[in-house]
T-cell receptor, first 117, second 109 residues
Framework: EAGVVQSPRYKIIEKKQPVAFWCNPI?????LYWYLQNLGQGPELLIR????????DSQLPKDRFSAERLKGVDSTLKIQPAELGDSAVYLC???????????????FGPGTRLTVL | RKEVEQDPGPFNVPEGATVAFNCTYS??????FFWYRQDCRKEPKLLMS???SGNEDGRFTAQLNRASQYISLLIRDSKLSDSATYLC??????????FGTGTRLKVLA
């Protein structure tokens, strides 16, 4: 079974340019997460989707970041315009439908490494 | 205070050594707990979930102490291949997963 797919793997852009990242979760996983990971830090949640609904976007900087998951499957995260401080790894993760337990594994994609010059 | 705190390390240990990491969390209502492993320039992968009764998987043992609000990971008989960053993850409610900064482990030959 294919894992979480992300593209591109690497992206170098100049500041003030737009950039978009794409994620295709594991088939059947209704929960999708976008995380940002800076060097030496743990992943920080940007947005979580349950199917096509963004159920937690409290940490998404909405002035420049946007995300969509129109059909409840793949998702796109966009930054416009990018700033120097946006240089980081952007990770996508997905989880299967949750049961009564809160122990639900997240499966991560390989991430997109963004460098803003 | 951060919601989830870990000693960033690095912990440098010889092969065969036993090493333990702790992770503290601030939200007493946290519901579930995990250890993820992250290799350099790779994505995090689940190492083990941490249940109230504790759990063991081969050389790895995880414990949860709700009274003191910490979880631990014990690695026995360390291997070179155990070198990685170990991320503590706490579900603070409503599937809001908070990651610690990670603890770097280097196992030396």
């Amino acid at each position: 079974e294919a894992g979480v797919v992300q593209s591109p793997r690497y992206k170098i852009i100049e500041k003030k340019q737009p950039v978009a990242f794409w994620c295709n979760p594991i088939s059947g996983h209704n929960t999708l997460y976008w995380y940002l990971q800076n060097l030496g830090q743990g992943p920080e949640l940007l947005i979580r989707y349950e199917n096509e609904e963004a159920v937690d976007d409290s940490q998404l900087p909405k002035d420049r970041f946007s995300a969509e998951r129109l059909k409840g499957v793949d998702s796109t995260l966009k930054i416009q315009p990018a700033e120097l401080g946006d240089s980081a790894v952007y990770l996508c993760a997905s989880s299967p439908p949750s049961g009564p337990s809160s122990y639900n594994e997240q499966f991560f994609g390989p991430g997109t490494r963004l460098t803003v010059l | 205070r951060k919601e989830v705190e870990q000693d960033p390390g690095p912990f440098n240990v010889p092969e065969g050594a036993t090493v333990a990491f702790n992770c503290t969390y601030s939200n007493s209502a946290s519901q579930s707990f995990f250890w993820y492993r992250q290799d350099c320039r790779k994505e995090p992968k689940l190492l083990m979930s941490v249940y109230s009764s504790g759990n063991e998987d081969g050389r790895f043992t995880a414990q949860l102490n709700r009274a003191s609000q910490y979880i631990s990971l014990l690695i026995r008989d360390s291997k070179l291949s155990d070198s990685a960053t170990y991320l503590c993850v706490v579900n603070s409610g409503t599937y809001k997963y908070i990651f610690g900064t990670g603890t770097r482990l280097k196992v030396l030959a």
